[in-house]
């Protein structure tokens, strides 16, 4: 549920300038999730938004570009300890099992952090094929994914 709450409410602050948290509330609301303000604050400091200038005068909550990869990386480290059931491999390819609508959001934090040996990602419901080049290198990707599940 909070994931999917969060991932809204980048969808929201994306489409429509969001100024206040009661705003994002309110939107949250209209789409069948009824939220506190203290939650919004909560989401709003873990996905790591700030209020930028929009028109004169005015702020809108955003997601700053600098700091993509370090709110993937903290957000990947709650996911992971939060969705994640398997890892599996063959070859290049890691195979990642998570609870039922959760894929989408782990893979795109691993699709976000600077790591060179990741192609790429393919995300269901619940699976992730991680596509991992060199071949060698799978082992590292698994203990860098069993590091987050453990810290």
């Known amino acids: 549920m909070k994931i999917k709450?969060?991932?809204?409410?980048?969808?929201?602050?994306?489409?429509?300038?969001?100024?206040?948290?009661?705003?994002?509330v309110q939107e949250l609301d209209e789409r069948g999730f009824k939220v506190t303000q203290a939650t919004v604050s909560r989401d709003i400091k873990e996905l790591g938004l700030i209020k930028y200038p929009f028109g004169e005068n005015q702020y809108r909550y955003v997601l700053p570009p600098n700091q993509a990869a370090v709110n993937a990386y903290s957000r990947l480290q709650r996911?992971?300890?939060?969705s994640v059931l398997k890892v599996d491999d063959s070859e290049n390819l890691i195979l990642v099992r998570t609870l039922p609508?959760?894929?989408?959001?782990?893979?795109?934090?691993?699709?976000?952090?600077?790591?060179?040996?990741?192609?790429?990602?393919?995300?269901?419901?619940?699976?992730?094929?991680?596509?991992?080049?060199?071949?060698?290198?799978?082992?590292?990707?698994?203990?860098?994914?069993q590091k987050l599940r453990d810290n």
């Open 5 to 24: 709450r969060q991932q809204l409410i980048l969808e929201i602050i994306a489409k429509n300038p969001m100024a206040t948290q009661e705003q994002i």
């Open 79 to 82: 996911l992971v300890k939060d």
């Open 101 to 145: 609508g959760t894929a989408h959001a782990v893979a795109s934090c691993l699709d976000s952090l600077p790591w060179p040996e990741i192609l790429g990602t393919v995300a269901g419901d619940d699976t992730i094929l991680i596509v991992v080049k060199p071949r060698e290198m799978v082992p590292v990707v698994i203990e860098r994914l």
